[in-house]
């Protein structure tokens, strides 16, 4: 990928379909061969290298408008070959737009984008990836195949999860990061609160911040936001550092849908 870590993997896999990655990940997984999926490799960390078999997702680049969600926007479906900037070009017919295309949103693809939880200059307001997946088709470990959204928290491994979790809540709360955005470990916190509220756990937002490690993303469906019909821009000068960053709660509560420094 585009960071410093370079590996020869063991075989390549040009996916076509589901199917294809279906049979790797058996195959891998009866021989004890490590497997990760790349997109286009635009990650620094080296998620989209490894040593064993890499699955080229490229090809699965579908995508397609669903219909109207109910609290405003579209419904999409996209496969994790998807790019973001193509996706947003497609539904800027729609005056819609996915919202946590990151700084390389001309090369990230989808699937990477879900798994990494990408975030953007919009995120501030607008969420990162985890905030607009509604539901993904995921390959697990020994090659199975499930959609998120149909998994039942009373079987396993679900409740051990949800086990583990409840166990270890005084210190999940101690000790998770309260931050806007987050890419490290799993997302428990997210979970425990879910649990404490006695809603149904939504496991697509555990998947949608995995790394690839809980499952392999073949088809996802999203929610596109409605592009802002007016915009306005503020500038505002320092000539000290410190009294800028001690500004930034102040700007922050303002709910700004981008922020930067310069």
């Excluded at 997946?133 to 409740?159: A, C, F, M, Y």
């Excluded at 469906?221 to 800028?244: E, N, S």
Aim: glycine share 8%; hydrophobic share 40%; charged share 20%.
């Amino acid at each position: 990928d585009v960071g410093p870590v370079s590996l020869t993997p063991l075989a390549v896999v040009g996916v076509k379909e589901h199917a294809d990655v279906e049979k790797a990940v058996r195959y891998a997984y009866e021989h004890r061969i490590p497997i990760n999926a790349r997109g286009a490799g635009s990650g620094l960390p080296g998620q989209s290298v490894g040593a064993g078999i890499v699955l080229d997702m490229r090809s699965l680049d579908k995508m397609e408008i669903l219909g109207d969600h109910p609290d405003g926007g579209k419904v999409i479906f996209a496969q994790p070959g998807v790019i973001c900037t193509r996706l947003n070009n497609f539904l800027k017919k729609e005056s819609v737009f996915l919202a946590s295309y990151p700084a390389s949103t001309d090369m990230a693809t989808i699937g990477g984008m879900i798994a990494n939880n990408a975030s953007g200059a919009n995120s501030c307001k607008l969420g990162t990836t985890q905030h607009q997946v509604l539901d993904l088709h995921v390959v697990l470990s020994d090659g199975t195949s499930l959609w998120t959204s149909e998994i039942k928290s009373d079987r396993q491994p679900w409740n051990r999860i949800v086990e583990l979790i409840r166990k270890n809540a005084a210190a999940i709360v101690y000790h998770y990061p309260r931050v806007p955005k987050n890419s490290s470990g799993y997302n428990v916190l997210d979970i425990l609160k879910q649990l404490e509220h006695n809603v149904p756990v939504d496991w697509t937002r555990l998947f949608a911040h995995s790394e690839g490690t809980l499952g392999i993303i073949t088809e996802a469906r999203l929610r596109a936001l409605p592009l802002a019909t007016q915009k306005a821009t503020c500038i505002v000068y320092f000539t000290d550092l410190q009294d800028a960053c001690r500004a930034i709660p102040a700007v922050f509560s303002l709910a700004p849908s981008c922020f930067d420094m310069a």
